[in-house]
């Protein structure tokens, strides 16, 4: 969870900032920093990381960052606190708070509304289900599904617009699709929500191998639903596959491709454009843009 909370506030902080042509909120990406030091501290009393106690903390111990991370985020971001700006429902009121607070998250709304590009990169993406393990044990074996995956034929989409939902959100999706102002906001309100479910970690979905020596590892990172799957012979790894979300959303097929089609390749803001849609589904790797007028 604070893995997440970090990649969603450094989009926002650093990335939103640098297609904003501003400077980047760099001391509050510090504090954050330091953080998620303090809390893996309380997690792992000083260990690795493999080797977290098997009895997690008591939700006072994190109560200190916790706290920590609301300032941050109603500082930086919100100008109320994270509950507050999740009560918004209406999307007047999301627009009006955009107008009403000086933070780089109501810029960033701003210069989408300016621009009207609220809708740009709308799709039709399909959205990740649930996995069934016989079917996934027979995809991975195939040579290319981790490279390029397809569910039943499908290139399908995982990331916090696929997990976030709120009244406020299913009206934008109404109204502005897939758009780039939908994905801001599923970005910001994933993030509040996290932050205030911060002292009550849950277990991240389960799929259960049917196969001997085998296992799976599923887990809902920042970018979508990472996936490790890993084959034993004895002490020895077989086999060991890691199915991340990029390679879903980055499909040839996928939500990216999709969102990029839509764009019209002779307009001076093309560029731009591509980069605001590419940012906003998050690569977890560095990428090349070429256009082709």
């Not at 109603?74 to 429902?89: I, K, Q, V």
């Not at 709304?109 to 996934?136: A, K, T, V």
């Not at 277990?203 to 196969?211: D, E, G, H, M, R």
Request: proline letters at 5%.
């Amino acid at each position: 969870m604070m893995e997440t909370i970090r990649e969603h506030l450094w989009r926002v902080l650093l990335g939103w900032s640098e297609l904003l042509g501003k400077a980047p909120v760099e001391a509050a990406m510090a504090g954050v920093m330091l953080i998620q030091q303090q809390l893996q501290q309380t997690l792992t009393a000083g260990t690795s990381l493999s080797l977290l106690a098997p009895v997690l903390p008591q939700p006072a111990s994190i109560t200190p960052q916790q706290q920590q991370l609301k300032k941050v985020l109603e500082e930086a971001l919100f100008g109320s606190s994270p509950e507050a700006w999740l009560e918004m429902e209406q999307i007047d009121q999301l627009l009006a708070w955009s107008r009403q607070h000086e933070s780089v998250a109501t810029q960033f709304i701003r210069y989408l509304e300016r621009n009207q590009w609220s809708q740009l990169g709308r799709s039709d993406s399909i959205h990740l289900p649930e996995l069934e393990s016989i079917i996934l044990e027979q995809q991975l074996q195939q040579s290319n599904f981790v490279a390029q995956p397809l569910w039943n034929g499908t290139a399908c989409e995982t990331s916090p617009l696929t997990r976030t939902h709120t009244p406020l959100l299913d009206r934008l999706q109404h109204h502005y699709g897939s758009g780039l102002l939908t994905r801001s906001v599923a970005r910001l309100t994933e993030l509040a929500q996290l932050v205030l479910q911060l002292d009550t970690p849950t277990l991240s979905t389960a799929v259960t191998a049917t196969q001997p020596n085998t296992g799976f590892g599923v887990a809902q990172a920042a970018r979508g639903q990472l996936l490790h799957h890993v084959t034993v012979d004895g002490d020895h790894i077989q086999r060991y596959q890691i199915l991340a979300p990029t390679e879903w959303n980055f499909h040839p097929q996928g939500a990216v491709a999709q969102s990029l089609s839509q764009l019209d390749t002779q307009s001076i803001d093309v560029e731009q454009q591509a980069r605001l849609i590419i940012h906003a589904i998050d690569p977890c790797v560095g990428y090349d843009l070429t256009i082709h007028h």
